[in-house]
T-cell receptor, first 113, second 116 residues
Framework: SQKIEQNSEALNIQEGKTATLTCNYT??????LQWYRQDPGRGPVFLLL?????KEKRKERLKVTFDTTLKQSLFHITASQPADSATYLC????????????FGRGTSLIVHP | DAGVTQSPTHLIKTRGQQVTLRCSPK?????VSWYQQALGQGPQFIFQ???????QRGNFPDRFSGHQFPNYSSELNVNALLLGDSALYLC???????????????FGPGTRLTVL
């Protein structure tokens, strides 16, 4: 099964700066990787999916990179806003061929005005 | 178009009791997955239902069981509750794709279960 590591410490940044969150995984290389946002007491909300043959993917102020050699994905939020404050979860297929995701514990992002 | 809904929002039970949680999937979705999320942890997959049958199951004991109804809604049942079952229980719905996988999952707001 997959093991996922996300920084357990909260990331504090100033409004307007770029936030960068890290997701490292062990074991096999997944066919894709997903990022979710979760607000306190709410369910996760899907943000982006990046496939193994894609180096980078963008959606508005979000950018995700996927380095299968380093077994790492980086999640960037440019021009961050206080409304971006939330926990961001990384998820990968549980095993090769599986469509069931294994989630990391998430990293809390706090954007200060 | 209603998204995924779950009931109840909060629930308090005592050890040894049984609980039933309910989920209605997003309109047009036919697959329901259940997750357990402990405080400070990511969601952990419990099981997935499709066509009223358990399609896949995570590493959870038999005390956790489920059901899917013809209208695609689903229930999660937990018997003989333990203190460690206290968590946010999330339901996610999706649509099975032609290749057998599922499309993007949409999560409900969750049910917060507290076991005393």
């Amino acid at each position: 099964s997959q093991k996922i590591e996300q920084n357990s410490e909260a990331l504090n940044i100033q409004e307007g700066k770029t936030a960068t969150l890290t997701c490292n995984y062990t074991n096999y290389s997944p066919a894709y990787l997903q990022w979710y946002r979760q607000d306190p007491g709410r369910g996760p909300v899907f943000l982006l999916l990046i496939r193994e043959n894609e180096k980078e993917k963008r959606k508005e102020r979000l950018k995700v990179t996927f380095d299968t050699t380093l077994k790492q994905s980086l999640f960037h939020i440019t021009a961050s806003q206080p409304a971006d404050s939330a926990t961001y979860l990384c998820a990968l297929p549980t095993s090769g061929g599986s469509y069931i995701p294994t989630f990391g514990r998430g990293t809390s992002l706090i954007v200060h005005p | 178009d209603a998204g995924v809904t779950q009931s109840p929002t909060h629930l308090i039970k005592t050890r040894g009791q049984q609980v039933t949680l309910r989920c209605s999937p997003k309109s047009g979705h036919d697959t329901v997955s259940w997750y357990q999320q402990a405080l400070g942890q990511g969601p952990q997959f419990i099981f997935q239902y499709y066509e009223e049958e358990e399609r896949q199951r995570g590493n959870f004991p038999d005390r956790f069981s489920g059901h899917q109804f013809p209208n695609y809604s689903s229930e999660l049942n937990v018997n003989a509750l333990l203190l460690g079952d206290s968590a946010l229980y999330l339901c996610a719905s999706s649509l099975v794709l032609a290749g057998g996988g599922t499309d993007t999952q949409y999560f409900g707001p969750g049910t917060r279960l507290t076991v005393l």
